[in-house]
């Protein structure tokens, strides 16, 4: 992780200057008295002055008047067409940054960002600047380019009547305030790599994924040489987040059989394209379909979401389940640490390679290694996690688009399905008084009604205790109207408090903080004499 280091400077005013930059484009520097013109002014007044400049001599003074009751905020704006941004291209720039200096006696609450001309936010930041501090504010502006260039775009789904001809830079205060404005400009620092993998396909096919992720957009060239090291695949795109899988099936399918390797070549072609980095991203194998497995399993961290067509990394050991039986057995079980009174999960993947699998879990014989007592069930289970269709939402950047991991599904069966990845949540709940110690059992995996076998579990339980009730203060929104919307409207009797239920018993906090009414009391003295609510949202 790349680590800031910011210098306060008291002598003089100077803008914060990162030592990776290695490029800039100036939009604005105020040292022409007409540079003015190109801004528009909502509710605030401003002149060029020659002093508390950080770029040159000059700055704007911006006075920001009172807003008036449920009027528009006071703000500036500058539009950021082609004359500013050469040919409308975004690929070259991380950061758009501004200068801004307070010398009021209080405290300034700034907002910043960019706009598409209709007025929808995709990027934006809040900002504090104390008194008499000078302070570079910083917009993200890596994702741009796949919004506003059709070329660049790496987005599955993008709405056509929303793309923009240009972008607008606003900046408003929250408050009746003035400040002085100075040297907007984009910035593009080093290519950083943020991630870079090479993810396996477990059936040996030669399906891989190259992924890579980089501060912003630069040239990746991937390159996939054979056994006898001759170049059998490339791939060139301009991007910031890289996810190629090689081939279909038919074209791997003539692909002899061997060990093949994939480096990366990344370009940052605007500022730095000598010499290009280079890297090697391992090895692979293409093994005959016979000797192949039909049903593989891997174990993932519960703190990772496990995308629709994720693949293991090269590393993670992967158990397999071959057409003639035979188990391609896991080299570790799967592990869980909680203490008492606690929840506690775990993630096993499942994917298949050619057919629809119906899948039954069950956990079995998990008991006290030394005592031999049975871990308590009660509470626990195995969950599918289901999947949601996410859209882009325009106002900001998100990881990602398109099928998201999210609901816990208690189904009692579940259906793998070729090519997609079949996350199963392992839940489970101890007690105040289980048994400090060791527990080993399995997971018994059943195909079509039939057990195929069984991954080792794990659990490990701490000679400690978590309170009953919540002692932590959370903030956290819980919006009523969804549910209702999820089940049509309208919820049954009680069902709402279900759903409140399990909020709180796992210890957060049943309120939403982004609520403008008056809280539900029935509800908040409910929870509150129960022991697991100390906090509430007032307004």
Request: aromatic content about 10%; overall charge negative.
């Amino acid at each position: 992780m790349r680590m800031l280091l910011s210098f306060l400077v008291f002598s003089f005013l100077s803008p914060l200057v990162t030592a990776s930059q290695v490029g800039e484009l100036l939009l604005a520097d105020f040292e022409d008295p007409a540079s003015l013109r190109k801004w528009q002014l909502k509710n605030v007044t401003a002149e060029i002055v020659s002093e508390n400049g950080t770029q040159g001599l000059s700055s704007a003074h911006l006075t920001f008047k009172k807003r008036e009751d449920k009027s528009d905020w006071s703000r500036v704006i500058l539009k950021l067409d082609r004359s500013l941004i050469p040919r409308g291209d975004w690929v070259p720039y991380e950061n758009l940054l501004f200068d801004v200096v307070n010398r009021s006696e209080k405290v300034i609450e700034l907002r910043a960002g960019l706009t598409y001309e209709q007025g929808q936010r995709v990027s934006s930041g809040t900002y504090l600047i104390r008194p008499g501090e000078m302070k570079t504010c910083k917009v993200p502006v890596a994702h741009l380019y796949r919004k506003m260039t059709p070329e660049y775009l790496a987005r599955e789904e993008m709405d056509a009547e929303r793309r923009s001809e240009f972008l607008s830079f606003y900046l408003l205060a929250i408050a009746e305030d003035e400040l002085y404005l100075d040297n907007v400009r984009l910035v593009a620092d080093e290519i950083e790599i943020k991630q870079m993998a090479l993810l396996d396909d477990p059936f040996g096919t030669g399906q891989v994924t190259t992924v890579c992720d980089l501060n912003r957009a630069a040239q990746c060239d991937v390159r996939i040489s054979g056994p006898e090291g001759s170049l059998m695949a490339r791939k060139v795109a301009l991007t910031d987040r890289l996810r190629w899988r090689w081939g279909n099936p038919d074209e791997l399918e003539t692909m002899p059989s061997g060990t093949y390797s994939v480096t990366l070549t990344i370009t940052d072609v605007k500022w730095q394209p000598d010499p290009p980095s280079q890297h090697d991203l391992g090895n692979f194998e293409i093994i005959p379909e016979q000797e192949a497995a039909h049903m593989v399993a891997w174990y993932v961290p519960s703190t990772q979401k496990v995308m629709l067509h994720s693949r293991p990394d090269q590393d993670t050991p992967v158990s397999g389940w071959q057409e003639n039986g035979r188990i391609i057995e896991p080299e570790e079980p799967l592990r869980i640490e909680m203490a008492r009174n606690e929840f506690e999960g775990a993630q096993v993947v499942f994917l298949v390679r050619s057919r629809v699998f119906r899948l039954n879990l069950r956990i079995e014989s998990l008991r006290h290694r030394e005592s031999g007592k049975q871990f308590p069930m009660e509470g626990s289970g195995v969950f599918q996690v289901g999947y949601v269709k996410t859209r882009d939402p325009l106002y900001y950047e998100v990881d990602h688009i398109g099928w998201w991991p999210d609901a816990l599904l208690p189904a009692r069966q579940m259906y793998a399905v070729p090519g997609e990845c079949m996350p199963v949540w392992i839940n489970l709940k101890s007690q105040t008084e289980t048994e400090a110690g060791l527990y080993r059992g399995q997971l018994v995996v059943s195909v079509n009604g039939a057990d195929v076998g069984s991954l080792p579990l794990e659990v490990r339980v701490y000679d400690s205790s978590i309170p009953t009730e919540t002692t932590i203060r959370t903030a956290f929104a819980t919006y009523d109207s969804l549910f209702e919307e999820i089940h049509g409207g309208r919820l049954p009797n009680g069902l709402l408090r279900k759903y409140h239920q399990f909020i709180a018993d796992h210890r957060l906090n049943v309120d939403n903080i982004y609520r403008s009414t008056p809280p539900d009391i029935e509800t908040i003295e409910y929870f509150h004499k129960r022991g697991q609510l100390n906090a509430f949202n007032l307004k």
